[in-house]
């Protein structure tokens, strides 16, 4: 039987070898190094006043600018598929900014933007709203990084999805809500899941674009990924371990529920419910 991938096994293999030294052998050590100091230890470090409060701030801003980006990047997504306008290919590449941007350069920019005498700073300050060194300017940070991962996923979903459904939907007297909601969603669904997930994670690990926007004021605007190198810089090594391998758990058990949801979508969908 011919292969269709000339070669298989040796690209398999390849792949494997490197898989397992960039990704699985850094993993299995923090993991390693995580256990070996004790669960009395790792309790100890974890319910710490200071590491609780990191978590907190990081799970919560990370929250907030994943719900914004759902909101925000499925209008995105769904405006550059359905509408024909000048500049939407600029808009469109704009999208990816996040990505091609140093995230220290994001921070820095995000910082001088609203910070109290910045563009946008100083009319949100008028109004009694701080950004900068706030909980909502890490929000905005994790925000802006994250972004892309949500319209980049529901883009070709709604690029493919045939327009027939929803004619047949509107001919049967269905209203645009109605359509979206029962016909448009549920497809792009998987998706959006994914592209939000996606960027949830992403939040917690962010670094750069976070520091300097935070304040980086332990109790307060302090986040997880923060308090680890400050960690490593104190030597103190399981600890550093203790906490990035909780961040990884937590990562892991989103991903966990997430294929989950997708699964039971993809069945109610097969069943017809």
Known sequence: MNRVVPGFALSLGITLFYLSLIVLLPLAALVWQATDIGWSRYLAILTGARTFAAFEVTLTTAALATLFNAVYGLALAWVLVRYEFPGRRLLDALVDVPFALPTAVAGIALSALFAKNGWFGGPLAGLGIEVAYTPIGIAVAMAFTSIPFVVRTVQPVLEDLAADVE?????????????????????IFPAFLTGASLGFARSLGEFGAIIFIAGNRPMKTEVVSLLTFIRIEEYDYPAAAAIAATLLGLAFVMLFVVNMIQLWQQRRIGTGD
């Open 167 to 187: 004619e047949a939907a509107a001919t049967l007297g269905a209203s645009d809500l109605r359509i979206f909601a029962r016909v448009i969603f549920p497809a």
